[in-house]
């Protein structure tokens, strides 16, 4: 019943009609993208080795696809969920399966790692590289072969695989690309999404639909941001009271079996869930009847801290580090993570110095109440505060990651944070003098600039009338040529990656999809591809991976009218 069909001419797929002389020849556009214009297709994340796609496509039978993996020891079980995603996702791609031809070759994948019966975790040392080969014998069996090192880049190679199967409207089959190598690695170590869970709540749900996005993409690390001062939703084990007294609602909460459950979810998309608690600022509710919580809920709010409610930890109560200890157990114990955020996040001194409490113990001290006073009470309670991760950790010495604030900055990151230790995230401007003034001190460094990676910007604003604070809206081109090498210059070799962030006071699961997608699969290039090219050359590709994540379930953003789509390089008006 097609009207259409496509023709690739001069490197542009062009719609045709359909008719008894052109059928046999029409491709349908996801195959006629496949090969027409460019050397790697229609993948997403761009590969950074060397692609060839022979275009040539073979019509396989998905009842008929076979997935071995040699080596697996203690990881069958984490394998054998892998193909079944993997699968479903093949499934997606047909849109009626009343209406698909029968038939089809054989296919096979075999995945080629170490036998290696180490733990699967995600660390900074991993290798999360792959090599793809696709090869189709005279019978017409598919055989791919995926090598890599570890779990991690074989999963990665599974995805690529995965985008180089396409339905065919015309023909009403799955095809797969009959003759294909590509050699794959990404360009940063670190590729990451943050989600506030605190100020509105998510589900389970909701939070494994954003990692299912990031695995379609490639992006490596979940960082969840738990808890803060509106909402308290993670089960504690030795305090219960936390998550009664915090949490909005009994049902709004996150159990410790919910925690493992999408710690698991990740890891079988090759993602690590980071947890982060944010201290000493942004904390409030949870905390009441304990005494260990200055200026919470202040008003008027704004001469306390940056937004209602207020609330910061007490650095000078003793059992408060007791509670921080439990708090980081709960964290170490489900989580495991290979690095932890402690936050550090916005500290207001002058909430501090509204406690008649913590300004006596100062004096006792010897201290002034000067702003220099509060930052060493500041790194007092960080050296606290993370000798009670150490103990949890087992003296395992995790790197930890802290916000840029007052504490990272001139002379206060010399003389109470060490940069063997600590990774610094930034989210000032790509263009602050500061970002470099830490680099060169040696630290690492995670890129979450607000100019170009808090999605949550652009609307109305909540405490007073206008736009919110960092408006305008971030449009995914400004996202693609967010260039790290940019903003690092010569201390680019610091930085592990960036994260782009979702801080939730105007957005809750019923808009995640759309504030995320497609704009953080344009940082997903970004990071594993880093590509010397614009926005410009990317967003034929990007409108076609944008109908891939809507097959996959996610409500992403349009970017174009569909027609954009069928008509490859109408729209632009510089075309």
């Not at 071995?68 to 079944?84: D, F, I, M, Y």
């Not at 090599?131 to 995805?159: C, K, P, Y």
């Not at 105007?506 to 995640?512: F, W």
Request: with cysteine; glycine share 6%; aromatic share 10%.
């Amino acid at each position: 019943d097609l009207i259409y069909g496509y023709e690739c001419k001069s490197g542009l797929c062009r719609k045709v009609e359909l008719s008894e002389k052109n059928f046999a020849q029409a491709i349908s556009l996801p195959v006629c993208r496949l090969f027409c214009g460019s050397e790697i297709g229609t993948l997403w994340p761009q590969p950074t080795g060397a692609v060839r796609l022979d275009n040539l496509m073979r019509n396989v039978d998905i009842s008929f696809i076979d997935i071995n993996v040699n080596g697996t020891g203690r990881s069958e079980k984490l394998w054998k969920a892998v193909e079944n995603r993997w699968m479903d996702m093949l499934e997606a791609k047909i849109p009626d399966r009343k209406i698909l031809a029968r038939g089809g070759y054989r296919m096979s994948v075999y995945i080629n790692t170490p036998n290696d019966e180490t733990p699967v975790k995600l660390t900074l040392e991993t290798d999360e590289s792959y090599h793809l080969d696709i090869d189709t014998d005279a019978s017409g069996h598919v055989m791919a072969h995926i090598t890599a090192s570890n779990f991690f880049g074989a999963r990665n190679g599974l995805e690529t695989l995965s985008q180089l199967i396409v339905y065919d409207d015309i023909r009403r089959e799955v095809q797969v690309t009959a003759n294909a190598s590509i050699s794959d690695a990404p360009k940063y170590k670190w590729r990451g999404l943050l989600l506030d869970t605190s100020r509105n709540y998510y589900s389970v749900k909701a939070i494994k639909r954003t990692l299912e996005g990031m695995a379609l993409v490639k992006l490596n690390t979940f960082h969840w941001h738990i808890t803060d001062s509106h909402s308290f939703p993670l089960e504690v084990r030795k305090r219960p009271e936390l998550l009664k007294l915090g949490a909005y609602s009994p049902r709004q909460v996150y159990t410790l079996r919910d925690v493992a459950e999408i710690v698991e979810y990740g890891r079988v998309r090759g993602i690590r869930v980071m947890p982060e608690f944010d201290a000493p600022a942004h904390v409030g509710e949870g905390w009441q009847h304990k005494n260990m919580v200055a200026c919470f809920n202040a008003q008027p709010w704004k001469d306390f801290c940056v937004e209602p409610p207020c609330g910061q930890l007490d650095p000078t109560v003793p059992e408060m580090y007791d509670v921080l200890e439990d708090i980081y157990g709960t964290m170490f114990e489900r989580f495991d993570p290979d690095v932890f955020h402690m936050g550090g996040d916005e500290v207001s001194t002058s909430c501090w110095n509204s406690s008649r409490t913590i300004r006596r113990w100062m004096k006792k001290q010897g201290w002034g109440l000067e702003t220099a006073d509060f930052m060493r009470l500041w790194g007092h309670f960080q050296t606290e505060a993370l000798a009670r991760v150490d103990k949890v950790a087992n003296g395992s010495h995790t790197p930890i990651i802290l916000w840029t604030s007052g504490l990272t900055e001139v002379p206060f990151i010399d003389e109470y944070l060490n940069p063997e230790r600590y990774i610094i995230q930034i989210w000032t401007t790509g263009v602050d003098p500061k970002v470099k003034q830490i680099l060169k001190r040696g630290f690492r460094m995670l890129v979450s600039n607000y100019d170009a990676l808090y999605f949550d910007c652009g609307g109305a604003a909540w405490v007073t009338e206008g736009n919110n604070w960092c408006s305008p809206y971030i449009g995914w081109q400004k996202v693609y040529n967010n260039s790290i090498s940019s903003i690092a210059g010569d201390y680019e070799h610091h930085v592990l990656g960036a994260e782009a962030a979702i801080w939730s006071e105007q957005i809750d699961e019923h808009t995640l999809d759309n504030r995320l997608w497609p704009r953080a699969s344009a940082l997903a290039e970004r990071l594993w591809s880093n590509p010397s090219t614009g926005w410009r050359q990317a967003e034929s590709r990007l409108l076609l991976h944008r109908e891939r994540l809507v097959e996959n379930g996610l409500g992403a953003e349009a970017m174009q009218p569909q027609w954009c789509l069928q008509n490859e390089h109408e729209c632009p008006i510089d075309a």
